[in-house]
């Protein structure tokens, strides 16, 4: 059963101690051990390794002709799915796709005075690998998500792995989510090998500069250790979702959010903060209905149980400096007037305004990814975007005349930091000759 609590200081402790639910030091400092030992093991052994934890870890026999999907397979995806799946994969690589142009930062060059010239140019990554969980669901949104941000980013080589599931099979509406987003490789790699696989690269998959994608957590440690040699986006555990209510909200619609968020998996969060205390006792109930008959029960429950809260506190306002506090990954306000509050929230990775929108138009349709930071990092981080596959570079020009023209002060500085090479660069360059 959610827990209802109704001291402000009591909520925020809890708060916490939910935000910290995946950085148990002890755990993770034992599976870091073990995937540094993994990461390291397939950067001297390349494909033999990734085949021995393939067997190890997914229960599959593969041959490193095989880690690629091929055509045929891609082409016979098509056929295993419906018309209307099709359809809406399309329509959704459209709506994400027409999301993310209008995200292409721009390049831009000023003419001064003196004839200098300022800018900043943005280019694509040269290659970026995906990593797209596997398990009980097909995870063709997230497919979707990933790819599409980096082909708008016109990256020219966008790599996906995914683990290999019975008879080294793929999901076919993976593969069609794919294709349909812009891929240009499939592997049929998982885990923390498939990370290191992308990193460093075998003899049969070259490595790519940049890795992004959500997993388990050796997939996550995977990615923390190899960062450096590639660049990776942001390191996510389970999801969670905070509901800010008024009494005017419908808690049928809230108790069904929150069921979404806590059926993902066993770390997520589903928390309401809500001014009345009726409407807590509502969504409580409904909860408990709703779960009755839900065909992810005992998996929900367990969410619930562990990281599930509903907090009642004194206003609005309250309740908005308790989700800053929490910055979570999804925002929700089910208000009647959802816009007055915005100006007083500041650290989330989606914000869904009013009771009409769900968590599930922004996971497949709206367009902004729901490829989002978690466990408080939208304190700091953002979602996965066009820009995490571009870079950007400074574009300087001086004249003659505009470096004689500060090359007094270009050589105080250059001298107040001891840099005396950079003040004969400056004096050789100025000096009359």
Known sequence: MLRIIYLQTEVQAELQRISDRASDTAALQSQENIVQEIVTTVKHQGDRALVDYTKEFDHQTITPEKFRVRGSELDAAYQ???KDLIHAIQLACQQITAFHRQKIPKSWVQFAEDEIVLGQRYTPIDQV??????GRAAYLSTVLMSIIPAKVAKVPRI????PPGENLKINPAVLVAAQEAGVDEIYRLGGAQGIAALAYGT????PVDFIAGSGNTYVNLAKKIVFGKVGIDSLTSGSEIVIIADENANPVYIAADLIATAAQDYLAAPILLTNDTEMAHQVQ????????NHPLKTLTEKSISHYGLIGVVESLEIAATLSNFFAPKHLALHLS???????????AGTIFMGESTPEAVGHYLAGPNHILPTSGTARFASALGVETFLKQSSVIEYSSTALKKMSSTLQI???????LSHTDSIRFRTEEQ
Do not use: F, K
């Open 80 to 82: 295993q799915l419906s």
């Open 129 to 134: 690998g995906l990593y797209i969980r596997g």
């Open 159 to 162: 790599v996906m792995v995914t």
């Open 203 to 206: 003899a049969t998959i070259p």
């Open 285 to 292: 109930q409904e909860v408990l209905h709703q779960l009755s």
């Open 337 to 347: 007037e959802p816009w007055d509050l915005i100006e007083q929230i500041r650290h």
């Open 413 to 419: 500085l250059a001298r107040a930091e001891g840099r």
